[in-house]
């Protein structure tokens, strides 16, 4: 089993920058595949990035030269740094590792 604690999520101004972090416990041998996803007001749930264990990276178009992330194989921990921040990013950001997921957590982007 794995539990992921995801943190730094918050309120912003347009054209800010957020990080979040994910950070994964519990059991477990390896993890192979890392990522975000979110859900906005009324929107459906949508990946947002995704890391391999090998450091391929995926993003959605909307957020290509924004965002970025990264993984800490030794803290099995994976980040998203968010910059420029849009109102449109304002959602729900859940983090997920293989099929584990965690509570998710608010990033509110101001205009």
């Known amino acids: 089993q794995v539990q992921l604690v995801e943190s730094g999520g918050g309120l912003v101004q347009a054209g800010g920058s957020l990080r979040l972090s994910c950070a994964a416990s519990?059991?477990?041998?390896?993890?192979?595949?890392m990522g975000w996803y979110r859900q906005g007001p009324g929107k459906q749930r949508e990946l947002v990035a995704t890391?391999?264990?090998?450091?391929?990276?995926n993003y959605v178009y909307s957020v290509k030269g924004r965002f970025t992330i990264s993984r800490d194989y030794a803290k099995n921990t994976v980040y998203l740094q968010m910059n420029n921040l849009k109102p449109e990013d304002t959602a729900v950001y859940y983090c997920?590792?293989?099929?584990?997921w965690g509570q998710g957590t608010q990033v509110t982007v101001s205009s």
């Open positions: 519990g059991r477990f041998f390896n993890i192979n595949d």
């Open positions: 997920y590792a293989d099929t584990f």
């Open positions: 890391i391999t264990r090998g450091g391929g990276t």
